[in-house]
């Protein structure tokens, strides 16, 4: 315990340090201690605030248990976390209905990081072993008031749900994750006056310094894995299909820079989809509630595995292994996936 209140006591000061920070500043950095094995355990759910309706209790159940088998160090949530619109401010009762009343077991009670999805969402956790949860704003993220859930005084509302800088760095020694603010790519979201842009216009500067500050963090990590995540898929065979514009601005940077994964959601299903053109594996993780569209896409990548349901996925990662596993709602195993390195190999 006393080692969580020292990790949430050194991210609220480096929090509030980064508020008055310029935005060219260098990325915030919050130290973490590595566990004393070299490991570290995470649950990646996504599409899920729904009040516990389409089974959305039912995956937070099952991420308990498994989160107890694995001792999860924490959460990474792909966004869409609150539907259908959102929050409307930081007290609104639709918080605690989609989160703090579901997500009720033990081995869920981590701090919850929201990567601000307002600015800059670049990630970076150089050295990772962490006790948290990440998380992105989905497009029904921004359809709300998006600051709201960035805000610190959500909090007092349920202490797990932390908003950090406009990007950050933790250290320790075995990932680097990237959050990544996909919602703004999308030109049919831009267009159209029910999404939030608050601190986000003008859209071409926001992305082009966001893809810039991705592309350095890319270059400078020296994690022996290095894994984007994001809402939005690139690559897809469920309803949504392959984002165009993540193909075409996004997607060059992970594989010039020798990023191993990207996880999203955005898609409610599960799926593994191999990169043609790279090592890059594209997981989507966007079953945490309403699934079973029955809706299907072509992608020109190889699709490992696919299944239009409900569920969640876990990542076991040391320096030299990782292991993927997508479960169901019932905690079936479905697809596994295994991956690995030699100690030296940080230059992928």
């Not at 070299?38 to 996504?46: D, E, F, H, P, Q």
Request: hydrophobic share 40%.
């Amino acid at each position: 315990m006393a080692r969580v209140v020292g990790i949430l006591l050194a991210v609220v000061v480096a929090a509030a340090a980064s508020l008055l920070a310029p935005v060219a500043a260098e990325l915030t950095r919050v130290e973490h201690p590595p566990k004393t094995e070299g490991s570290l355990n995470i649950l990646a759910v996504g599409d899920w605030g729904r009040r516990g309706q389409y089974n959305q209790t039912l995956v937070a159940e099952q991420m308990g248990v498994v989160g107890e088998k694995l001792d999860i160090d924490f959460v990474i949530s792909t966004g869409d976390n609150i539907y259908d619109d959102g929050i409307a401010n930081t007290s609104d009762p639709l918080f605690k209905e989609c989160f703090t009343n579901i997500y009720t077991a033990q081995s869920l009670q981590k701090p919850w990081y929201i990567g601000n999805a307002l600015c800059i969402t670049c990630y970076s956790i150089t050295h990772i072993t962490i006790v948290h949860a990440l998380r992105v704003l989905g497009n029904h993220d921004y359809t709300g008031n998006a600051l709201a859930q960035q805000d610190p005084a959500i909090r007092e509302v349920d202490s797990r749900y932390l908003a950090i800088a406009k990007s950050f760095i933790v250290n320790s020694e075995i990932a680097d994750f990237f959050l990544v603010d996909t919602s703004p790519f999308y030109l049919k979201y831009w267009n159209s006056s029910k999404y939030d842009w608050r601190n986000v216009a003008p859209r071409d500067t926001y992305i082009e310094t966001l893809l810039k500050d991705l592309d350095d963090a890319l270059t400078q990590s020296e994690a022996p894995w290095k894994i984007v995540v994001g809402h939005h898929p690139i690559s897809s065979g469920c309803e949504h299909g392959n984002t165009t514009e993540l193909q075409q601005l996004l997607r060059p940077i992970l594989e010039a820079r020798g990023a191993d994964m990207y996880v999203n959601g955005h898609d409610h299903c599960l799926q593994h989809i191999s990169s043609r053109n790279s090592p890059v594996q594209f997981m989507t993780s966007g079953g945490g509630s309403k699934a079973w569209a029955g809706k299907f896409k072509t992608t020109s990548d190889k699709i490992e595995f696919i299944y239009d349901g409900q569920g969640f996925m876990s990542m076991q990662l040391s320096k030299t292994e990782a292991h993927l596993v997508f479960y169901d709602v019932a905690g079936n195993v479905l697809h596994t996936y295994d991956s690995s390195k030699t100690e030296d190999d940080d230059e992928h």
